[in-house]
């Protein structure tokens, strides 16, 4: 299983960033694919998740600011991030729950500047 992570980086407070997370080695159409994150000195918590189904979920702190979607034909899924904040700069990972198993990718790093 390879999940590549990419579309981080640096923006301004107020600013968005697409995330995308390319999916190999598995059926994608049948994993739940969601996305954490991780900041430094804490540990790392969930931000987004998509089902299989396309049922979605979100942390508290994300709702109404990042969506979560997945393309089934192309393996990948997204994370559209709005009206960022300082407080979501992070290392952003990519996951697969495939056939009852965890699967990680790299992680991409998201800066926010105030």
């Known amino acids: 299983v390879q999940l590549q992570a990419s579309g981080g980086g640096l923006v301004q407070t107020g600013g968005s960033l697409r995330l995308s997370c390319a999916a190999s080695?598995?059926?994608?159409?049948?994993?739940?694919m969601g996305w954490y994150r991780q900041a430094p000195g804490s540990q790392r918590e969930l931000v987004a998740v998509v089902t299989s189904v396309g049922s979605s979920n979100y942390a508290d702190s994300v709702k109404g600011r990042f969506t979560i979607s997945r393309d089934n034909a192309k393996n990948t899924v997204y994370l559209q991030m709005n009206s960022l904040k300082p407080e979501d700069t992070a290392i952003y990972y990519c996951?697969?729950?495939?056939?009852?198993?965890?699967?990680w990718g790299r992680g991409t790093q998201v800066t926010v500047s105030s």
């Open positions: 080695g598995i059926i994608f159409s049948i994993a739940d």
């Open positions: 996951y697969a729950n495939y056939l009852r198993r965890g699967n």
